[in-house]
């Protein structure tokens, strides 16, 4: 498996941006399809954007035009940048590696308020 420590929430204002990073442990992440996720309170943990090893994205619909993902394989880093942020993007922000194992962080709290 692969261990993931996400940094980079916050709060910050409707229409604001923040970059969320997520460094993995291990020689393994070249390997793996990077996520993010996130789970609003009461709601179930969903999809916002994955990342193949050929760089391939996939978004939710919700975040496209609005929210990147880029990795790093040099630094085993996977980038999440949100920009036009609104307060429905309020949420944990969870990392996650597949290859063959799937792998989380702890998650990262985004808070979009004024």
């Known amino acids: 498996q692969v261990q993931l420590v996400e940094s980079g929430g916050g709060l910050v204002q409707p229409g604001g941006s923040l970059r969320l990073s997520c460094a993995a442990s291990?020689?393994?992440?070249?390997?793996?399809?990077m996520g993010w996720y996130r789970q609003a309170p009461g709601k179930q943990r969903e999809l916002v954007a994955t990342i193949t090893t050929g760089r391939t994205t996939n978004y939710a619909d919700s975040v496209k035009g609005r929210f990147t993902i880029s990795r790093d394989n040099a630094k085993n880093t996977v980038y999440l940048q949100m920009n036009s942020l609104k307060p429905e993007d309020t949420a944990v922000y969870y990392c996650n590696a597949r290859d063959g194992a799937t792998s989380w962080g702890q998650g990262t709290q985004v808070t979009v308020s004024s």
């Open positions: 291990g020689n393994i992440f070249s390997r793996s399809i």
